[in-house]
């Protein structure tokens, strides 16, 4: 069966980075665009970014653009997403998703398989 798993959340201070990665199983790693989600207690799932299935498109959300980096290992199934000089704000359960729609969508809801989420904490 298809299986992401997030890793490489942690707690980090304000200024800081971090690099998720997510490795993919069970599913045409290259046909899928891949997504990075966010979420924080009582609110809604939020886009962060995502990249096509050739790494020829990526697109990001407005809150992070600048300062994450979404990318992908074809050969590897493997997709990252580089966090840099991050903030308080910025504390959430992270998510790969994948999806095999013609383009990139930013809904979480048009995203097929989902992984079980890294916590990423940012300190002041």
């Known amino acids: 069966q298809v299986q992401l798993v997030e890793s490489g959340g942690g707690l980090v201070q304000a200024g800081g980075s971090l690099r998720l990665s997510c490795a993919a199983s069970g599913l045409t790693f290259s046909t899928y665009n891949m997504g990075w989600f966010r979420q924080t207690p009582g609110k809604e799932r939020e886009f962060v970014a995502a990249i096509g299935w050739s790494s020829s498109s990526t697109h990001y959300a407005d809150s992070v653009k600048g300062r994450f980096t979404i990318a992908r290992d074809n050969a590897k199934n493997m997709v990252y997403l580089r966090l840099n000089n991050l903030k308080p704000e910025d504390t959430a359960v992270y998510y790969c998703?994948?999806?095999?729609?013609?383009?990139?969508?930013?809904?979480?809801?048009?995203?097929?398989?989902w992984g079980q989420g890294t916590q990423v904490t940012v300190s002041s």
């Open positions: 998703a994948a999806d095999r729609r013609g383009y990139i969508s930013i809904d979480w809801g048009m995203y097929t398989y």
